[in-house]
């Protein structure tokens, strides 16, 4: 039977001599070995077994995985490995579904900011529900926020931070940072919404895409520049003639960069009638 020193066997059936180890680490390939100088053969029955290796690593399958359904596994152990495995992958497609959604609208979101920086505008609002994580300084403490917040967290990108704003722009108001869901996705991705929770109904809201710059060495503080833009929208209201119908809110986007120039992104939301 014709055989092939590794670094040739490699090219031919399209790995690299690396993943050629690793399978014979897993005994998916078990090349005869020359005792007088430890070179490896290896064969088309080598070959087979990588083709069928790499049709499982296709279907997300571990090379461990692999190598116990190619040598130990019986016929009604395979169909279940891959009854099981079909369903872990037609769960990861609908999250990655929701995941690619979610990125459209980030996109779109992004484009506020590129198209209209720190200009409000008046648009239906989302309903989100909310957890606090941050009371000033302190994160929550008690175990059932403490297990939305983590849920929340794994939810992201669907998930974002979120900051209601205090009545009172003081200096030393309440600063409170949290992770909020909009329903379609939380339900989808089998969230229960309950206390301590809050709901942030859906409603008229007057978005706001603030746009703060600086060099790029300098930390901003977004907390810090929350009560100057908000006096700006509440100008910007009364001189449109809109009241403050609910909790307003500010959603953490991402930062930008440009040359040595930073902008953090925020967008304010303000829940309005009038």
Not at 136 to 159: H, K
Not at 188 to 198: I, K, N, Q, S, T
């Amino acid at each position: 039977m014709k055989t092939y020193r590794i670094k040739e066997f490699a090219r031919n059936v399209g790995v690299t001599e690396k993943t050629l180890r690793h399978y014979e680490k897993f005994k998916i390939v078990e090349p005869s070995v020359d005792e007088a100088n430890g070179y490896r053969s290896y064969n088309f029955r080598d070959a087979e077994r990588i083709l069928v290796s790499k049709r499982f690593s296709s279907m997300e399958f571990s090379v461990k995985e692999t190598s116990k359904l190619l040598s130990e596994s019986s016929m009604d152990e395979v169909m279940e490995t891959f009854r099981a495995q079909s369903e872990k992958l037609e769960q990861k497609a609908k999250h990655l579904n929701l995941v690619a959604r979610r990125m459209r609208e980030l996109q779109e979101e992004l484009g506020w900011f590129k198209e209209s920086p720190n200009r409000g505008f008046v648009q239906e609002g989302k309903e989100w529900w909310f957890i606090r994580h941050v009371r000033n300084t302190e994160f929550v403490r008690d175990r059932e926020s403490l297990d939305l917040v983590r849920q929340m967290m794994d939810a992201l990108p669907c998930s974002v931070k979120m900051m209601p704003i205090p009545e009172k722009m003081t200096a030393d108001r309440e600063i409170i940072w949290g992770m909020a869901i909009e329903p379609r996705y939380g339900t989808a991705l089998g969230m229960d919404f309950r206390p301590p929770m809050v709901k942030i109904p859906a409603g008229p809201c007057y978005y706001y895409p603030a746009v703060i710059s600086a060099r790029k060495e300098r930390t901003l503080e977004g907390g810090q520049d929350v009560p100057g833009i908000w006096m700006k929208i509440r100008r910007e209201l009364e001189e449109s003639r809109f009241s403050v119908a609910a909790q307003p809110y500010v959603i953490g986007s991402i930062d930008t960069f440009s040359g040595e120039q930073r902008e953090k992104h925020f967008l304010f939301c303000v829940p309005v009638k009038g």
